[in-house]
């Protein structure tokens, strides 16, 4: 048996999983979208985010969702993952947190790390942060262009040491988005993240959604896309920490290669999110629209809305796309990643088949 083949039963079982899942959920990931304010205007946010936009609903709406979290679900078994704009912006942040870890939550955050001082790292040492993603995206240069901060990148880096130097978190990794223009720069940036005491780097394709849709000039090519499965896996063989993102099923040759698990898109089955407005939806990354809102915590308990509705996110995307439905691969593949999906045409905008499978 070769190493595809041997790969089938572990996909069988996921598609088997995915079933189960839809008929009983089981909450791994909540998010928190504090604000919808950054200090950086990156080309390709999928939430459009921008300086000076609002935050996220007030601190005591959010801690009625954690009470309501902690009383309905196994705090075992939930990661709270704090994110934004730039979560850090959120004015009650260290109290909310802290807070969160009082009542038991493990949590951790998406971050630029712009922010992150001394004085800030140790706050997030005593709120007890566990995991940390920071975006670096390219080097110097490209990344302050795309990012739209001049000085960004000495920032991110300065930021991400003095979490370093904390010695306190479990896993602090580096999270680089993709695009045409600064794929060239992947293996110059390892070898500047390869001298840092980081424990993962994160790399993924640049989507197409959120603010990345008026860009179509920055989106990968077939060869791009190539080059990049190729790049993380080399990698990965050489026993490097590098993993792909969870987006989408990448055909037998590529799936396990690149990360650590099997695809599937958990939007609404293993994740919930809460919006800056205190809408609850299924993930932060997916296109808004009015069918995806759920319910919203200033009328709703999150555990009523998550036991009760969630019925868009709980059967196949494929049973969207006429096109999935008839492809060899929709047993596994399932329609793919919600987020990119093309929900006016029912179709989607991001697929790897006849490109790497």
Not at 160 to 184: D, P, Y
Request: net charge negative; glycine share 8%.
């Amino acid at each position: 048996m070769d190493l595809n083949e041997a790969k089938i039963p572990y996909l069988n079982r996921k598609a088997e999983m995915r079933a189960e899942l839809f008929k009983k959920p089981n909450l791994i990931y909540l998010f928190f979208e504090l604000t919808r304010s950054c200090n950086e205007k990156c080309f390709h946010c999928g939430s459009s985010c921008a300086p000076g936009l609002g935050h996220g609903p007030d601190k005591e709406a959010f801690k009625a969702v954690l009470r309501d979290v902690k009383e309905n679900f196994d705090l075992k078994k939930v990661q709270l993952c704090i994110t934004g704009g730039e979560p850090l912006l959120y004015p009650d942040f260290a109290e909310l947190l802290g807070y969160a870890v009082d009542l038991g939550f493990h949590w951790g955050m998406t971050t630029n790390a712009t922010l992150i001082t001394e004085d800030v790292a140790k706050m997030l040492e005593d709120t007890r942060m566990g995991t940390v993603s920071v975006s670096i995206d390219g080097l110097r240069d490209t990344h302050d262009s795309q990012r739209g901060m001049k000085g960004g990148y000495d920032k991110a880096m300065r930021g991400i040491e003095n979490l370093i130097a904390r010695k306190a978190f479990r896993h602090i990794q580096v999270t680089t988005v993709v695009n045409h223009k600064n794929i060239s720069e992947l293996d110059e940036l390892y070898e500047i993240l390869d001298e840092m005491d980081i424990d993962s780097w994160r790399v993924i394709g640049i989507e197409p959604m959120g603010r990345a849709l008026d860009f179509p000039d920055m989106l990968l090519t077939p060869d791009d896309q190539r080059y990049l499965f190729n790049f993380i896996r080399e990698k990965r063989e050489q026993g490097i920490p590098v993993n792909y993102g969870c987006s989408h099923f990448l055909g037998l040759e590529y799936e396990r290669e690149v990360r650590d698990w099997f695809f599937y898109c958990g939007a609404g089955t293993h994740t919930a999110a809460i919006r800056v407005n205190g809408d609850i939806t299924a993930c932060l990354d997916i296109e808004e629209r009015p069918e995806f809102v759920q319910g919203n915590i200033y009328k709703d308990k999150f555990s009523d809305v998550w036991f009760n509705r969630f019925a868009e996110f709980r059967k196949p995307l494929s049973s969207l796309c006429k096109e999935c439905q008839e492809c060899e691969w929709e047993k596994w593949c399932a329609g793919g990643s919600r987020h990119c999906f093309d929900y006016d045409n029912n179709k989607q905008r991001v697929c790897f088949k006849d490109i790497l499978f």
